[in-house]
């Protein structure tokens, strides 16, 4: 099991706003960032830390956190963006890094 | 720009190891860490190691200690993983990427390599 917990599967209609949540201890010491994979290819960063966003990344991509728990907002979701998503963190022993089990977002 | 491009698909038999190569550029090789992640078949993404190419030092996840080995050859600025003893449940897709830390408090992968398919099978 995944010491970063997430919910296995959102769902949103086109244009809205969906949040997907990542749960853990990890997230009180550490910020997280977010990957999205769509299927056939390597994982893609969309956003780490304070709102921070690679090049490239739509700004409708949002990020916050508030105790154990980080969140990824999607505000006016596209068809594009359907694809898992996973969270990543540092665990709190500072030995090792983990995931998130990952959320697989459906546009409808 | 940066790019990690890794070896091509493998496959091995039970008991066997294997060893997935993940050659960098476009960056000074020695200042950021890299780590190697694996995914089975519909499956999530799954943490394994991490190398520091700057003096070769590793972490391992405890799931994998004794098993895996990463190591870095500077000269061609390039990070191996070998996975020994395979069993089936080792069939995955093996990424490496690059680290990036912030003041300790938020780590960050990217880019990530294409992916090594590794298929175990008798």
């Known amino acids: 099991s995944s010491e970063l917990t997430q919910d296995p599967a959102v769902s949103v209609a086109l244009g809205q706003t969906v949040t997907i949540t990542c749960q853990g201890d990890s997230l009180r010491t550490c910020y997280a960032s977010w990957y999205q994979q769509k299927p056939g290819q390597a994982p893609v960063l969309v956003i780490y830390?304070?709102?921070n966003r690679p090049s490239g990344i739509p700004d409708r991509f949002s990020c916050s956190s508030s105790g154990n728990t980080a969140s990824l907002t999607i505000s006016g979701a596209q068809a594009e963006d359907e694809a898992d998503y996973y969270c990543y963190s540092r665990h709190s022993s500072a030995n090792h890094w983990v995931f998130g089990g990952g959320t697989k977002l459906t546009v409808l | 720009q940066v790019q990690l491009v890794q070896s091509g698909a493998e496959v091995k038999k039970p008991g066997a190891s294997v060893r997935v190569s993940c050659k960098t550029s476009?960056?000074?090789?020695?200042?950021?860490?890299i780590h190697w992640v694996r995914q089975a078949p519909g499956q999530g993404l799954e943490w394994m190691g991490i190398?520091?190419?700057?003096?070769?030092?590793?972490m391992y996840a405890q799931k994998f200690q004794g098993r895996v080995t990463v190591t870095r050859d500077t000269t061609t600025s390039t990070v191996h993983m070998e996975l020994r003893s395979l069993r089936s449940d080792d069939t995955a897709i093996y990424y490496c990427a690059r680290d990036h830390s912030n003041e300790m408090v938020v780590w960050w992968l990217d880019p990530w390599g294409q992916g090594t398919l590794v298929t175990v099978s008798s």
């Open positions: 190398i520091n190419p700057n003096g070769g030092a590793t």
């Open positions: 830390g304070k709102n």
């Open positions: 476009g960056y000074t090789f020695t200042r950021n860490w």
